[in-house]
């Protein structure tokens, strides 16, 4: 794509509000020979902007909207619409825009869309491999891959997209299919309630054609009892007590072992590398998400193959009878839960980063069970100290170093150290990947001085 596509030849000073991910591999797809204002709630790091920049001025902090004549202005999936300053500059004319909405204005390949509070990096990733990935025309984009607008191209031919609910509240686009995996609470710091949250991911059906829901999901489950899906995919009901209480085409269910399509036995649960029960969920998902889309025979291939995500309670290092299990795409304390009720023994938990305003209480019970010593690092520290210092030891570190540093010294023989951290890197990093990342650094030098 020729950068000059992206916005009207008319627009000649923009607007870049935040500078995450996105907004920065869009940069390089933008025109040279525009003037650029840089826009951020927290400080700029300078060295990040590309050095052909033009930019006429930065805005930080408090003053992050402040003075707004760009023709248009392209956010970051975090900043709320809602803003006077948004609506104030939209009322005069300013285009306001954002990387996935340039995507789904300029797609032509039908989408299958992935969203839900957990699983959804996974089911998205499974789906693409399933559908044959890069060699077959598949296109992974979204949260997972590269920013949406990049991965446009004249070769795609489906594309695969996990959205956030970010992403979801602006939308207007056509979905081929789409699937949710679960609703619970998450991104409280950004909605104004949990109502707004589930409505902003219940919308991703409105615009769909055809709709995949895991009803074993609390909200789902009632959604489907009201509406005729594509898919409902449990793990829990046989296929009779599925169909009494979904109407669907497709039920997508677990029976003794065997994953199955409408009753019929497409794979024993032992053939999959990773045979967690929130594994299995998201292996159902995506077939059903990729029905009648690709090869069954291939898909099944493309399932037993797959070894998880990268961050995703991976273990990267074993050394003096302990393993470090390297679980930082865990953002939310219900994905923590789930992954602590994933591993065997007990060991030491690293909490920590910046909060979304979420509750822990769904994550005593496996504290409980798991952990030995609570390590509390970031913004966070103090509010996890407080919900867990009554049932377990919590040692409290400002900088995740530091934090890392003192959990794999407290860790005995036999046990895990384990990053599940229940909340952002954004206090530190700039993305779960870069904090998984430094976790996988430090432990391996950290066992290799204890050597």
Request: hydrophobic share 40%; charged share 25%.
């Amino acid at each position: 794509m020729n950068c000059g596509e992206l916005l009207p030849k008319w627009v000649k000073r923009i607007g870049i509000v935040g500078v995450g991910r996105s907004n920065l591999s869009l940069l390089k797809m933008l025109p040279r020979d525009t003037l650029y204002v840089i826009r951020s709630d927290n400080a700029v790091k300078r060295s990040l902007l590309p050095k052909w920049l033009r930019v006429e001025g930065i805005y930080e902090g408090e003053r992050a909207l402040a003075d707004i004549t760009e023709d248009a202005l392209i956010l970051s999936p975090s900043v709320r619409r809602d803003r006077p300053e948004l609506a104030s500059a939209m009322a005069r004319g300013v285009i306001v825009t954002s990387d996935s909405e340039l995507f789904f204005e300029r797609v032509a390949a039908p989408v299958l869309a992935v969203s839900g509070s957990s699983g959804k990096s996974t089911t998205a990733t499974l789906a693409y491999e399933m559908l044959g990935g890069e060699a077959a025309g598949a296109v992974l984009s979204g949260n997972v891959g590269r920013p949406m607008v990049e991965t446009l191209s004249k070769d795609g031919r489906i594309y695969v997209c996990e959205l956030s609910s970010f992403m979801l509240s602006y939308h207007k686009a056509t979905l081929r299919r789409s699937v949710l995996t679960g609703i619970t609470e998450n991104h409280l710091d950004w909605h104004r309630d949990f109502e707004e949250y589930c409505r902003t991911k219940l919308s991703l059906f409105a615009l769909s054609r055809e709709c995949v829901a895991n009803v074993d999901d609390p909200i789902l489950g009632e959604y489907g009892r009201n509406r005729e899906l594509f898919s409902a995919v449990s793990i829990k009901d046989s296929l009779g007590e599925l169909a009494a209480r979904q109407r669907a085409d497709i039920y997508m269910t677990l029976d003794r072992g065997w994953l199955c399509r409408n009753g019929e036995r497409l794979l024993h649960v032992t053939e999959l590398k990773r045979q967690e029960s929130y594994n299995i969920t998201n292996a159902l998902c995506a077939l059903a998400l990729t029905d009648g889309l690709c090869d069954r025979d291939e898909a099944l291939s493309a399932l037993r193959s797959f070894g998880g995500l990268e961050h995703r309670c991976e273990v990267v290092h074993e050394a003096s009878g302990i393993r470090y299990i390297n679980s930082s795409i865990d953002t939310t304390p219900e994905r923590c839960a789930v992954t602590l009720s994933s591993i065997e023994g007990r060991g030491v938990l690293l909490l920590g980063g910046r909060g979304k305003g979420l509750s822990y209480e769904c994550l005593v019970g496996g504290v409980s069970r798991f952990a030995r010593i609570v390590v509390a690092f970031g913004e966070e520290r103090e509010n996890i100290y407080k919900a867990f210092c009554g049932s377990v030891t919590v040692e409290v570190r400002e900088k995740f170093c530091d934090a890392v540093a003192c959990a794999c010294a407290m860790a005995r023989s036999g046990e895990s150290v384990v990053l599940s951290p229940a909340n952002t890197s954004y206090d530190e990093f700039s993305s779960f990947e870069e904090r998984g990342a430094m976790f996988c650094e430090l432990v391996r030098e950290y066992a290799e001085e204890k050597s």
